[in-house]
Each structure stands twice: as C-alpha cells, then as structure tokens.
C-alpha cells in the first residue's frame, strides 16, 4: 500500500560526505518526507521533497510550550546492496506512546513505515558502507499552529530527515568516562522522562556542559526523589555486569524504554545469561567496585550502540571499571549487535527489517 505519498524528486544532488570521516548527525540526504495535520482533517499531505529549510509562524506552540517528539532508527547497506533497518516498527510504536504522552494525534504506524521506505529507496546512495557507520534516522513531529495559549496545537507536521553517520562518541567503540550527576535531575516518575520529547534533552545540557568541563563524555542520572538509584545516561541505557549477572535498571516511568535497551536484554537471555531489571542504587556499583564484583559497565542506544564505560566519577571519587579497557562482554554484545545490523551476523531474534 503506497498511502498515496506524492514524490517530488531533487534535481540538485548534494555532495555526499568522506565516509571515512562522518561526524555524528551534520550531513543530511537529498530528501525529506513531510506530512501535515490539522484538527478536522486529520494526517493528511504525506510526500517525500527536496531537503529544504521549512518556514514557521513564530508563534508556533513548538517554540513556546515544546509539543514535539522525535525518533532515531538506523538503516545499512549489505555487501548484495539490499537496505536493511533494525527494528523500525518499535521506533514507530514508541512515537506513538511519546506522542499519547504530548497529546500529539497518534500516527499510522504502517503509513510511517511506508514513508521510510519510500525515503530510503529514493536516498539510498546516502548509506554509508564503511565498518562503523550507518544512515541514522530522525522521524519528529512538531507543533505548528500559531497561538500562544497552553493547550494541545491544532496543527502540527510529521518529518523524517537522514544522515549518514559515523560514531556518536569521538571515543568511537573505546570506553567512554561518565559524571554521575548528583545536583541535577533529569526526570521524575509521572513525568515525561521515559517520552522521547526534546525538553528531556534540553534540560540534560547544562549538567553534560559541567560534566565536559570536568573531562567527561556524558552524565549518569540519578532518580530525582532518593537521588541515588541509577536511571539513565543522556543519549543511552546503562547496564552493569555484577558477580556475572548482568543488571539494568527496570523501567520505571522516568526511563526512556531504549530500543536497544530491550534488544541486548533479548539477546543475553537467548544466550542463557541471566539479566535483572530492578532497581539499582549508586552505592551497590560502588560497593561492587570496592569488592572487586563489577566487571563491567556499558550503555546501549541507537546512536551510541554499545558504549562501554570505562570510569565513573562519583562525589569526588574516580572508579576505574575493567582498568579502563572494553569488557568481554561488552565486546561481543558489540561484534554481535553490529554484525546483525550489518546483515554479517546471522539475525535468530529476527530484527531486520529488509527495505
Ligand atoms: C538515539 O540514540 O537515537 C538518540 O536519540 C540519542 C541522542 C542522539 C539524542
């Protein structure tokens, strides 16, 4: 079904990025897809255009009350050339639950999907093949209507924009130091932490800029009533090996529900580790690091894929994990989820989704 999405092709290509040299998220493809809403009418317009700037009245809800969601997905090439994406049905799924949670109208699944893969149809000599990268994916939607009073927006657009990437880090696949941010918080249960809405990011940067300032990569968040159970890092889920056992912080309404969150989870226990989703305070990783029981620690995301953590740093104190080295563990979850993603390693859970 096409969901009678027009296509307005470009006629002036842009020149692609060295693939060898992508930094995170500042090229963008030759297209775009927009899709438009207004109370009454409902989703309607949906197309694919040229990239292009879009123009807004500077009254629009978005700049005034932050009403938007957004999502990242990625999509690889395979060496026959055939387009694959990891999972894109959950990034639509989890839209829908952030837009519910921003009383944004929900949008078609199948008809999101449908834009994506007319997109990358049309872009795709924009994915990159080197080891390493892929073309992440930003589906969003913005509120629109120009008025200034606090209630849901009339009108708003759906978008999804491409850009061919390398990795988020500049650490690259090499562990990467985390603050563990005891002034700030984040987020709190009932509140929008575990909707995939900009505020979240917005009111992250002040404690991430502090954190840079002190030498490290991003910040560990801690929940925002007992300040001490560990709940996410910035850009991605945290897991820590203990005495052998994997754990994770159970989500909790304040947690984003990582898409590769679940997805390592699904594969540790397809391997036979055991994995606990519960509650995890600050004071057993380091009761752990004192007693010599936690060998390792990593966060998973989209744009992060599996991070390993290489230090904490802790009301002052530093805690070196696995001497500042990648984990074992770490490292397969890492050959394992890329190879799958890349169509090299055999995908048994079944995530790929050809294009
Ligand atoms: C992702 O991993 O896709 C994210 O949204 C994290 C970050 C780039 C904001």
Request: net charge negative; aromatic share 10%; charged share 25%.
């Amino acid at each position: 079904m096409s969901f009678g999405i027009s296509i307005e092709a470009s006629t002036n290509k842009k020149q692609k990025p060295d693939p060898k040299n992508l930094v995170f998220g500042h090229h963008f493809t030759d297209h775009m897809f927009i899709m438009d809403y207004d109370a009454g009418q409902g989703w309607h317009n949906p197309r694919i255009v040229p990239y292009q700037p879009i123009a807004l009245d500077p009254a629009a809800k978005v700049f005034h009350y932050g009403q938007t969601i957004f999502e990242g997905l990625k999509a690889f090439k395979k060496a026959d050339g055939t387009v694959i994406t990891f999972r894109p049905d959950k990034n639509f799924e989890r839209l829908n639950r952030s837009n519910e949670r921003l009383s944004v109208p929900a949008i078609d699944e199948k008809l999101g999907l449908e834009a994506l893969r007319q997109l990358l149809l049309i872009d795709q000599d924009w994915i990159p093949e080197e080891e390493g990268t892929s073309l992440y994916i930003r589906p969003f939607v913005i509120a629109t209507e120009a008025a200034l009073g606090v209630n849901p927006s009339q009108k708003y657009l759906f978008m999804i924009i491409m850009s061919p990437v390398g990795s988020y880090y500049k650490e690259g696949i090499n562990p990467v130091k985390i603050f563990v941010e005891s002034h700030y918080v984040r987020a709190v249960r009932g509140g929008v932490g575990d909707a995939k809405t900009a505020g979240n990011y917005a009111a992250s940067l002040k404690a991430q800029e502090e954190a840079h300032e002190r030498g490290y990569s991003q910040v560990l968040w801690l929940d925002g009533v007992h300040r001490k159970y560990i709940e996410e890092v910035g850009s991605m889920n945290i897991f820590f090996r203990i005495g052998g056992k994997v754990v994770t912080p159970a989500l909790s309404g304040s947690i984003l529900d990582g898409i590769t969150r679940r997805s390592i989870i699904e594969l540790l226990r397809h391997w036979g580790e055991p994995v606990e989703e519960r509650q995890i305070s600050i004071d057993e990783v380091i009761e752990a690091h004192r007693n010599g029981t936690l060998q390792e620690c990593f966060g998973t995301g989209t744009a992060a894929v599996i991070s390993p953590v290489g230090e904490l740093s802790f009301n002052g104190e530093k805690y070196t994990i696995q001497d500042g080295s990648t984990g074992e563990l770490s490292k397969k979850l890492y050959d394992t989820l890329t190879g799958i993603q890349r169509g090299i390693v055999e995908d048994s859970l079944g995530w790929m989704i050809e294009i």
